[in-house]
């Protein structure tokens, strides 16, 4: 046959398919219900998924990849109660310990979590505050959208200075810019950067990630804590809240960890009064997390698709055995098996395809939908969009088949002769 | 007339089997159609008239014996060589009409250019021909059920001869009609018989018979020449 004959027959045949599945528009639409269903089901599942796995794992590489993170645990009370007597919780000397593990450690940031009150114009808002070592932000790879980060300067000599997260800075308005001056408990801070953490996207929800909302935090310099209020009047001004140890980029970080812990536990009398986060353990962990909700939810996705295919088999067999008239008149004029199986096959794909591309308009609606009101990120990829309705047009193959053979090993004479 | 014959049957036999039982149908079938003939089959109900109609169609096989096409063999023919030879060469009118209902009249005709190596503007002048030569160039656009039995019949044989075959077969193609449309039928026929096309017609009505050139009975699974 010549190409220009083939793509004529092709066309023809998707020609007759729609024409008869246009015949019976509500029965076609019925019999793709679970089609569409099936789509809209895996669409939704992919894009949900794939939305989650990038929160988690913005919120985990902007722990940084190459840190190792040390946490205090539980509060300063607590622990002053149980374990005063052998640790007295993270500390500078610990920072120094670290600071001399004889591997390369790139950089050592540390940081207390403080309680004030700042002042802005009008209203009294409570920020979370941060005291942290003048490189911390740097070390998490900040660049200030306007103004400057702390320097070493800034930490030595307690300067009475601070950072402030964009979203804060919005709040506070007019004084939430470089060179204003704000009351922080009852002393006077001069904001000196604002800094725009990335991805500026809620991700409260993800909640085994532990990045802090950077957007939202005021910083001061490590040491300036100490003149607020409710610190320092304790004389555990120098507790930390957590240590970031950063490695240089090739570091096998599982292998220094032991180490690290060693460091740790040589001054605490085996107290584990801190965790030890490593978000590259944690990103290899959410990776896996991921493959297996893809593989579990793809499954019944899955099992949809197939459920809707067995429908549309139903619908195609009763369809052949009502169509066996037609089918001896086609092959009295001269259609071959192979033109009938081709007719019927070219059916059920156009049924199921058709359906594969209502489905997606359908998850697109409900993935839409979701993120709106659940308020769960969503993102959809090249690969959530192509899975379903390739699977789609795989179930209308494999489930037009059978029908499709049957149709075109019908013996024309009895064909005819069929009422 | 060509010496050689346009379709050959010799010794022709079909079986039907059934369950346990194996009925023969034709037994022994001796038949020459030449080039331009009009020949016309009667014989009683059961006889084995369409399932000979249907071999020489090529929609059936034989049980033995064998069919020589324009010179070639059919037997042993594949499925797809077998529906190329219907399309290009036979031309089937059914007692019943055989129409797409949910179709229209143009889109009937059409119907085996959709399975031939034709392009579509030479087609589409062949369905118009077609539907001229049998007086429907008005009713196109309309489904069957508009249309009368004679009308749908003529539709039928626009169909058929539209692919310009070899060979034109009709089975009892008055039998669902009353007289006066079955002599307008006749007369198509007579028609395309004046105009060189070879034409096998199965009948029960002995006026079809007379416009014959020949007249053959089937009694018995057997042709005999009166
Ligand atoms: N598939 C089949 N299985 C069994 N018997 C069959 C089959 N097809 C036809 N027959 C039998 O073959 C015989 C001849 O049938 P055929 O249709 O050829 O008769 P006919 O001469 O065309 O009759 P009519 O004038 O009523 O149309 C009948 O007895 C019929 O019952
Ligand atoms: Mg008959």
Not at chain 1, 4 to 11: K, Q
Not at chain 1, 281 to 301: D, H, P
Not at chain 2, 95 to 101: A, G, M
Not at chain 2, 105 to 129: C, G, H, Q, T, W
Request: glycine share 10%.
């Amino acid at each position: 046959m010549k190409p220009v004959n083939a793509f004529l027959r092709v066309r023809g045949l998707l020609g007759i398919a729609m024409g008869s599945l246009m015949k019976h528009r509500l029965r076609s639409l019925l019999s793709v219900l679970g089609i569409i269903c099936g789509v809209a089901a895996v669409f939704a599942i992919l894009s949900i998924g794939e939305g989650a796995k990038r929160e988690v794992l913005a919120g985990i590489s902007q722990l940084g990849l190459d840190n190792i993170i040390v946490r205090s645990i539980g509060s300063s009370e607590k622990r002053k109660a149980d374990m005063k007597s052998h640790s007295a919780g993270l500390a500078l000397e610990d920072v120094a310990l670290l600071s001399k593990v004889p591997v390369s450690v790139k950089a050592v940031a540390y940081l207390k979590d403080i309680q004030a009150a700042v002042t802005g114009a009008s209203r009294e808002l409570s920020p979370q505050l941060v005291a942290c070592s003048f490189n911390y932000l740097q070390l998490l790879g900040f660049i200030p959208s306007s103004g400057r980060l702390f320097v070493a300067r800034d930490e030595h000599r307690k300067n009475m200075v601070c950072v402030l997260g964009a979203t804060l800075a919005r709040h506070l308005g007019s004084f939430g810019r470089v060179g204003t001056r704000l009351k922080i408990d009852e002393q006077i801070y001069l904001v000196v950067g604002i800094i725009q953490g990335n991805p500026p996207q809620d991700r409260k929800k993800s909640g085994a990630v532990v990045a802090r909302e950077i957007n939202d935090i005021l910083f001061i310099p490590f040491g300036s804590h100490v003149y607020l209020n409710k610190q320092g009047s304790f004389g555990k001004g120098d507790e930390l809240d957590e240590i970031i140890i950063k490695f240089s980029g090739r570091t096998p970080i599982e292998s220094v960890l032991p180490l690290v812990k060693r460091t740790l536990d040589l001054s605490r009398h085996g107290v584990e009064d801190y965790q030890l986060i490593v978000p590259r353990q944690l990103l290899r962990q959410a990776r896996k997390t991921q493959r297996i909700f893809n593989m579990v939810l793809g499954t019944i996705g899955g099992i949809s698709l197939v459920v809707g295919g067995i429908g549309i088999m139903n619908v195609l067999l009763a369809t052949v055995s009502e169509r066996t008239r037609e089918i001896g008149i086609r092959r009295a004029v001269g259609a071959s098996r192979e033109d009938i199986l081709a007719q019927f096959l070219a059916e059920s794909v156009l049924l199921t395809t058709a359906g594969g591309v209502i489905g997606l308009a359908v998850g697109v609606f409900c993935s839409w939908l979701i993120a709106r009101f659940a308020g769960w990120s969503v993102a959809v990829t090249l690969y959530g969009i192509l899975v379903p309705l390739l699977t789609s047009v795989a179930v209308g193959i494999c489930f037009g088949l059978f029908p499709a053979l049957k149709a075109a090993g019908m013996d024309p004479v009895q064909a005819l002769r069929s009422a | 007339m060509s010496q050689t014959p346009l379709a050959k049957l010799e010794n022709l036999t079909k079986d039907f089997v059934q369950g346990q039982t194996t009925v023969q149908v034709l037994k022994g079938i001796d038949l020459s159609v030449y080039h331009g003939d009009f020949t016309v089959i009667m014989g009683s109900s059961g006889s084995g008239k369409s399932t000979l109609l249907h071999i020489l169609g090529c929609l059936d096989r034989p049980t033995t014996g064998t069919y020589i096409l324009d010179g070639k063999p059919v037997d042993g023919l594949s499925d797809r060589r077998l529906s190329a030879i219907r399309n290009s060469y036979i031309g089937f009118v059914f007692q019943e009409f055989n129409l797409l209902p949910e179709a229209t009249v143009y889109e009937n005709i059409m119907l085996p250019f959709v399975y031939a190596d034709l392009d579509i503007s030479a087609s589409r002048k062949r369905v118009l021909a077609a539907a001229e030569d049998v007086g429907l160039s008005n009713r196109l656009a309309h489904k069957p059920a508009a249309l009368s039995g004679g009308e749908r019949q003529r539709v039928a044989i626009a169909r058929a001869l539209a692919v310009r075959p070899r060979l034109i077969l009709a089975d009892e193609p008055t039998g669902n009609l009353d007289s006066q449309n079955s002599r307008e039928i006749l007369f198509l026929f007579e028609k395309l018989h004046r105009s060189g096309a070879t034409i096998v017609l199965v009948t029960h009505d002995t006026e079809v018979a007379r416009a014959a050139r020949r007249t053959l009975f089937m009694r018995d699974g057997m042709l005999e020449t009166p």
